[in-house]
């Protein structure tokens, strides 16, 4: 083994969404922190949309599940236990690669579940003491959207005006308007007019262009963070009195390297972060890193999806421009006990119609034009005329649904591979059920002939929250207030893992925001941690 013996200030693991927040706000007081992400640099011109094959590279090469992507940095998944399938990305930028730049924030009531609703538990922190880094976060990427939103406390100007909502939008948000439904136009990721040298994101390539390997790490490179890619971590490394003192990882040559560091900060999302913290065993930790509580790998929750369309006769013109979740609806987002369910939903609508294939596919529903002497009368209708609202539901936390290690499966360096364990809960189903239905009439009061929906989406495992969750208390929870382990003084999370509950919107911002704010703690109240 060939030994890295510089110690890092901070040793970051995981150059995505979190990972660049996290690494920019060190960087800027001068921590030195050492990256390492097991993927490479996707480039700006990757999976151009002009290309005639390009809706193909969704299915295949830049397809969001790792199983089917199968590149050398991905790591296999058993999903067999799973109606989810976990969607994730490798590379600097992780998952932000791949992604809508859908924005909005948590709102205060889902830091309070227990409090309010009798259900899971409330978080270590609220609404507010947060919002100061949603507000950063949100002058960094440029977020497009418009002041005054009802559903959420004020906010300031945003940082740019809305995205088009589109013909499409238009349409949903009159039947919106028949029903007397909230609707508003999204926060976006997606700045719609040029901002901090960057260009809006028009379509042009499958790959996101407000991703964090262009809004937080070219920043982070300039401020002297070293970030190291192809570099595959194998386990975290402890000392004889328990603390972390670096990682043992693969290198773009397959060679096992150590780097050592003051603190280790684990940002590897909620199926990389456990699949890490059970692999990394010791006498010490003979369970799992961090791991006293039994809950490391537990409570994983996703955002069950339902989808309908709605097929028009109106022609919607295809005019591009900057992409998205355009507008979404939050009517349904808190308790209502008549409807027979705690929490809620939102449903989100695209501004941009579907491409050929998407729509001859039936968008992300499954329901395939029919091949046969009708095929082409029947892609006339969709191509064109579909307005689509999915429909994100909350999943509260349940101990049975986790990330364990399979005991046979490994990655191509024998690493052993997560297992993914699920079940969508009966108080999730119902609410799908009550999703559904609304979307439907909400796309009828828009003026569709024709509604088709699924109920729940296999591909929707984009957001892994939970299995190394927030909390005071050392037996219900992985990491304290400020992502710190109860068990291990030096080391940190910062990814989507850490949420105590997932509530029912996009959580990318609310990532990137717990990020900056523990790397606020590392720079004052806790940085006598960095002294090793």
Known sequence: MAKQENVADVLLIGAGASGGAFAWSLSEAGIKVVCLEQGGWVPMNAFPTSEPDSQLHWQTDFAANPNVRGLREDYPVNEAETPISPLMYNAVGGSTIHWGSHFPRFHPSDFRLKTLDGVAEDWPLDYFELEPYYD????????????GDPGYPPKPERPCPPLSIGRTGERVAEGFNKLGWHWWPSDNAVSSVRYDGREPDYGGYLRSFSSSDIVYWPKALMNGAQLRTHARVREILVDESGRATGALYYDSNGNLQRQKAKVVVLACNGVGTARLLLNSKSSLFPEGLANSSGLVGKNLMHHPCGIALGVFDELFEQKGGPRGSAMLSQEFYETDASRGFVRGYDMQVLGNELPPLAAALGGLLGEMVPWGSGHHDAFAERFGHMAGITLMTEDLPEEHNQVTLDPTLTDSDGIPAPKIQYTVSENTSRMLDHAVARATEALEAAGAKRVM????????????????????????????????????????????????????????????????????????EGSAVLSG
Do not use: Q
């Open 136 to 147: 950063l976060n949100d002058r960094m990427h440029g977020v497009s959207g418009l002041r």
């Open 453 to 524: 929906s699924a109920k729940l989406r296999r591909n929707a495992g984009w957001h892994l929250l939970g299995t190394a969750r927030m909390g005071d208390d050392p037996e219900r929870s992985v990491v304290d207030r400020w992502g710190r382990a109860h068990d291990v003084a030096n080391l940190f999370v910062v990814d989507g893992s850490i949420f105590t509950t997932g509530a029912c919107i996009n959580p990318t911002t609310t990532i990137e925001s717990l990020a900056l704010r523990t790397a606020d703690y590392l720079k004052g």
